[in-house]
């Protein structure tokens, strides 16, 4: 069982006072758990509030990022976890790394029976992810003190894989497995780094969703 945050991570990640997270709670906005008298909050719980808010999509759109705004609801979830997760690393930018981290943790279909089938899970990648980026380790990196903006910067090889996404979509809504194969699609981008580290071809990888994908069209 992962650890339960408390109201003040809750208020460090959202960048907000705890008093607002308490008050959040008891106006049903944010759901919790009351452990002896104090609440507390998992990782799944905060990522649905994040959906609710569809802050991937609104802070997506004011930087011109259009595809955001053509997610399937599983794919925002992914995209709200992939906020998550940046906040917990102390970045201020949303990147590649992060929607793969995001497909892992969200139960994305196809996207993450493919990721699980190639031996990739979300440790694995946390793991990867600090000595790509130079930072001595995971822990480190978590007690960062979070980005003071009002939303995180969309790093461009993301908006590079998104536009590869809605391509794969074919003027569909973009859903996990259409944005796992832009991930895939986009020459240096993070999150195939930490898939080469793994020993995972995204040649291979990216046949595989396409795979699943026409035998859940022929079904």
Do not use: W
């Amino acid at each position: 069982m992962e650890p339960l945050l408390t109201t003040d991570d809750v208020a460090t990640l959202l960048r907000v006072d705890a008093v607002t997270v308490r008050r959040m709670v008891q106006r049903g906005e944010l759901d919790a758990y009351r452990v002896a008298g104090e609440y507390r909050f998992s990782t799944e719980l905060l990522q649905a509030y994040l959906a609710r808010q569809q802050l991937s999509r609104r802070a997506a759109a004011a930087e011109g990022t259009h595809p955001f705004s053509h997610l399937t609801p599983v794919a925002e979830q992914v995209l709200a976890y992939a906020q998550v997760a940046a906040h917990s690393f102390g970045h201020d930018y949303l990147g590649t790394e992060h929607v793969l981290l995001g497909l892992l943790a969200i139960d994305a279909g196809r996207a993450t029976q493919s990721l699980a089938a190639a031996g990739v899970s979300e440790a694995a990648v946390r793991e990867q992810l600090p000595a790509l980026l130079g930072e001595a380790d995971t822990q480190s990196a978590r007690c960062r003190r979070p980005p003071t903006t009002s939303s995180l910067r969309v790093m461009p090889r993301l908006k590079q894989a998104l536009e590869r996404a809605a391509g794969e979509a074919h003027g569909d809504a973009i859903a996990p497995e259409h944005v796992l194969l832009g991930l895939l699609a986009v020459r240096g981008a993070l999150a195939v780094g930490i898939l080469d580290r793994l020993g995972v071809s995204s040649a291979e990888l990216g046949r595989r969703v396409r795979e699943l994908a026409n035998l859940a069209n022929q079904a």
